[in-house]
């Protein structure tokens, strides 16, 4: 694999255009293929508004926030921004016709080159070309790996997933498309939002078993229904999602997880159990137990709820997913407790620690798994701070434990609310309103980002004559406890004068190997 970087860019229309003359200059034709096609005609059939995603508003916790940080002077992360991607297939080698179109954009972007496969990527700031070859492709029992051969562009389109993305056009002169080429009948099942495979759905899944996260994950990117024999197949080759790498798995579940609504997606997963091949915590959510009369809701459903819920309120990936596990220490921690009903308690902690179990399955990295983990295990504070009353002490300790993540804490939170009765709805929302404004106060008023003790350790070890050790870990979160609850405020002054009215008490206890000089 090559790669060449560069930075700059072009509209679709003169990528279409140097498409075309690199395909006169090479004597070839060239076809665009796949969900550029798609959802050309899906536009066309459906409207506009089918492709129209919609903003998120920020909450003013976000936007104090992020104010807190640029006033600090701190670098706030861009959002990537999504490229357009667009597919080529080339009667010939995909390879060459990149370096060609390199050459004819005059190294406009950065091409990225797969021998091995006869393809490339062809990368600039928003827009992303693929370019192939047509080609059969042969797996070999149990391989993920296929043998590649020259084929013709019918034959090349047999072997995409969905028939939804297996029609083409001809991108002739001055860049101009030709008719579309649909042997499969694609454009009938986008005008029914049906996906079925072009080919038999058993060879498709055999050959990319991968292929059966993208029936879900279509299936709710387009709001489309499976084909029956398609959602057959689903089950029956559920098992061959096992030599797919856990990354290439996390990569097209979090793509689900993009999408609109994904519980569309999920239900699918849930139903063909595909969720037991890569995430059987999900479906162990399922189910209703009922004793003495009294029952619980189904903690899958309302999940899948929350999800969308979520998915309204925020494009982030990983809180999306963090409301997928948010209750997914339910399942062990589930008791009937009489004159009290069902209860899961402490449910929040065994969700943290199965969170981090499923992020090294899944190979997520570890920051990304400690975010989730984070939300997951604090995600029932706030409803309890609601019960009990709403302190400055209270508050303090969330903003603490939560950091600048308060604000997705509290969306998933809101999101958490399933209930179908209007006022009782309301009467929530309204309580994480009073909420969000004292935490607002409290940010405001005590300064708490990055919170730790405003009396240093090695101030602490020089006054004392301590070595580093635990006792300095002992004074420094005594001081920041008495900021938490309130006894002092969080200066410096303030924290030194507690420091020293303190630290004999824990001098007393002090062993002697952390003893730096006598004491």
């Known amino acids: 694999m090559r790669q060449v970087l560069k930075e700059r860019t072009m509209t679709e229309n003169q990528v279409f255009t140097h498409i075309a003359n690199t395909a006169k200059a090479l004597n070839t034709q060239v076809f665009v293929v796949g969900g550029y096609v798609r959802d050309g005609y899906m536009k066309k059939v459906f409207g506009e508004e089918e492709s129209t995603e919609e903003n998120i508003e920020k909450s003013k916790i976000q936007t104090a926030i992020e104010k807190d940080i640029i006033d600090g002077g701190e670098e706030i992360k861009e959002v990537v921004k999504k490229k357009t991607d667009i597919d080529f297939v080339v009667l010939g080698s995909g390879l060459e016709f990149a370096k060609a179109f390199d050459t004819e954009v005059e190294e406009c972007g950065s091409l990225v080159e797969f021998e091995d496969f006869d393809t490339a990527r062809y990368v600039m700031e928003d827009i992303e070309i693929e370019f192939a070859g ?14 590649v051969k020259p084929a013709t562009l019918e034959e090349d389109l047999s072997r995409r997933d969905f028939t939804v993305n297996a029609i083409a056009q ?35 899944f055999n050959e990319d078993p991968l292929r059966m996260l993208r029936a879900a994950r279509f299936a709710a990117q387009l709001n489309f229904t499976l084909e029956e024999k398609t959602k057959e197949s689903l089950l029956k080759n559920r098992k061959r999602l096992g030599i797919v790498s856990k990354e290439r798995v996390q990569e097209e579940f ?24 890569f995430l059987p915590e999900v479906p162990a959510l399922d189910g209703v137990e009922e004793v003495y009369g009294h029952n619980h809701k189904n ?21 999306r997913y963090a409301a997928l596990m948010h209750d997914i220490g339910k399942p062990g921690t589930k008791e009937f407790i009489k004159g009290r009903g069902w209860a899961f308690d402490m449910h929040e902690h065994l969700g943290r620690k199965i969170v981090r179990t499923v992020g090294k399955r899944l190979r997520m990295s570890k920051d990304a798994t400690e975010y989730v983990a984070n939300l997951v295990r ?22 603490v434990n939560l950091g600048n ?54 101030e602490i070890m020089e006054v004392c004559n301590l070595k580093p050790g635990p006792t300095v870990g002992k004074i420094k979160e005594a001081i920041e ?22 630290k004999d008490t824990y001098l007393k206890e002090v062993v002697d190997w952390e003893k730096e000089k006598t004491i």
Not at 174 to 188: E, R, S, T, W
Not at 191 to 199: A, F, M, V, Y
Not at 382 to 399: K, N
Request: some cysteine; hydrophobic content about 35%; proline content about 4%.
């Open 299 to 319: 903690n899958l459903y309302h999940t899948f709820r929350v999800v969308d819920n979520i998915s309204e309120r925020t494009h982030k990936i990983l809180l």
């Open 405 to 458: 993540d308060i604000d997705d804490l509290l969306r998933l939170c809101r999101s958490d609310i399933t209930t179908g009765n209007p006022k009782k709805l309301q009467k929530r929302l309204k309580n994480y309103d009073v909420l969000e404004e004292r935490i607002l106060h409290v940010i405001e008023k005590d300064k708490l980002r990055a919170f730790q003790s405003p009396v240093r350790g090695e």
């Open 134 to 147: 047509a080609r059969a492709e042969e797996y070999e029992k149990g391989s993920r790996k296929p043998e």
């Open 170 to 204: 001809e991108v002739q002169e001055g860049g101009q498309l030709g008719d579309m080429v649909d042997p499969y009948d694609g454009k009938k099942d986008i005008e029914q939002r049906i996906l079925k495979t072009p080919l038999d759905p058993d060879q498709t």
């Open 481 to 502: 406890e008495a900021i938490l609850d309130g006894k002092i405020r969080n200066k410096y002054e303030e924290a030194k004068e507690y420091f020293l009215s303190i």
């Open 254 to 277: 979090f793509k689900l997880l993009a999408s609109k609504k994904p519980s569309i997606g999920f239900m699918i997963l849930f139903e063909e159990k595909l969720f037991e091949e």
């Open 378 to 399: 604090w995600h029932q504070q706030p409803i309890q701070l609601m019960d009990t009353g709403v302190t400055d002490s209270a508050v303090r300790r969330l903003v």
